[in-house]
């Protein structure tokens, strides 16, 4: 079935540093793909749609210039945290969509970011 | 704006007995719903999802949940629960925008089993 990559599966990093997670698509095209957060007990919160060739959209309260997104290809999207502080560790995870089924949504296995 | 409220944070039942977890939403048009579950340090797996059809939808792992639309529940059954069902689970709605689906998930449900 469809896979979706996420790399690395987990990061440790020093504060002020950046760390970028890869998300892809390993048998099919998406346009579109979506970054989540999700800190420990909590729930998922969409922080961004990525959206391929074009500028990520970013929900309320999530700084862009923080957490830069880039959907170069159809089958990669990048989610790079900048300047990372120990508040940024967190759990993230895309879902990527394959192009012409938008009902269809296959999730990463997520990313562990320790900022320490 | 979508949401989904999981009334249950956590939920103890015994091995054999049956299960459900509460997910109500809240969605301007007809939702696409999904259920995921999450073991611990671990991503999503699909558990089942309704787009249209049948109300009853029947998942994986023996899971099955129903859409109610005038109660706009979409609550999650299993007759006989296994004790590796222990896990968190996760109520979302979701529906189409641009090319894809934007998923708003439920705070989760913690699931206990006691053998």
């Known amino acids: 079935g469809a896979v979706v990559s996420q790399h690395p599966s987990w990061v440790i990093c020093k504060s002020g540093t950046s760390v970028k997670i890869e998300c892809r698509s390993l048998?099919?095209?998406?346009?579109?793909m979506f970054w989540y957060r999700q800190f420990p007990k909590q729930s998922l919160m969409l922080m961004a749609t990525s959206n391929e060739g074009s500028k990520a959209t970013y929900e309320q309260g999530v700084e862009k210039d923080k957490f830069l997104i880039n959907h170069a290809s159809l089958t990669l999207s990048t989610l790079t945290v900048t300047s990372a502080h120990p508040e940024d560790s967190s759990f993230y995870i895309c879902s990527a969509h394959p192009t012409g089924s938008g009902n269809t949504i296959y999730f990463g296995e997520g990313s562990w970011l320790t900022v320490v | 704006a979508q949401s989904v409220t999981q009334p249950d944070i956590h939920i103890t039942v015994s091995e054999g007995a049956s299960l459900e977890l509460r997910c109500n939403y809240s969605y301007g048009a007809t939702p696409y719903l999904f259920w995921y579950v999450q073991s611990p340090g671990q991503g999503l797996q699909l558990l089942l999802k309704?787009?249209?059809?049948?109300?009853l939808v029947q998942g994986i792992k023996g899971f099955e949940a129903e859409f109610k639309r005038s109660q706009s529940s979409f609550n999650l059954r299993k007759p006989s629960v296994h004790w590796s069902d222990a896990a968190e689970y996760f109520c979302a709605v979701g529906g189409l925008t641009g090319g894809g689906n934007k998923l708003t998930f439920g705070t989760g449900t913690q699931l206990k089993v006691e053998l």
């Open positions: 048998d099919f095209q998406a346009t579109t």
């Open positions: 309704y787009f249209s059809g049948d109300t």
